[in-house]
Nanobody, 122 residues
């Protein structure tokens, strides 16, 4: 599975961004898509995940109510709508695919895309 993340950028506090993760490659299996982020000097942390069908989502407590993950099945693309951004959201955001479920640990994910930088200034 190849994953292409896009949509990062720089915004001010309170602003919004929408990230996209386009998946391609394997057509013989279903997989969830998730987003993780990593700030300088920090561990990679779970942000959100969406199931293959798009019917089930999971969020980190730190983003609940501000971020929304969704999935366009025909385009095989996941989106992460990020609202009310704060400087604490500044990080490189990575998308990943999980064949077995929609886990919250990076070790559960089988495929990773390149990151996209999100910078929120105060």
């Amino acid at each position: 599975v190849q994953l292409q993340a896009s949509g990062g950028g720089s915004v001010q506090t309170g602003g919004s961004l929408r990230l996209s993760c386009a998946a391609s490659g394997r057509t013989d299996t279903k997989y969830a898509l998730g987003w993780f982020r990593q700030a300088p000097g920090e561990e990679r942390e779970f942000v959100a995940a969406v199931s293959w069908s798009g019917s089930t989502t999971n969020y980190a407590d730190s983003v609940k109510g501000r971020f929304t993950i969704s999935r366009h099945i025909a385009k095989n693309t996941a989106y992460l709508q990020m609202n009310s951004l704060t400087p604490e959201d500044t990080a490189i955001y990575y998308c990943a695919a999980d064949i077995m479920g929609w886990g919250t640990r990076a070790s559960e994910y089988d495929y990773w895309g390149q990151g996209t930088q999100v910078t929120v200034s105060s």
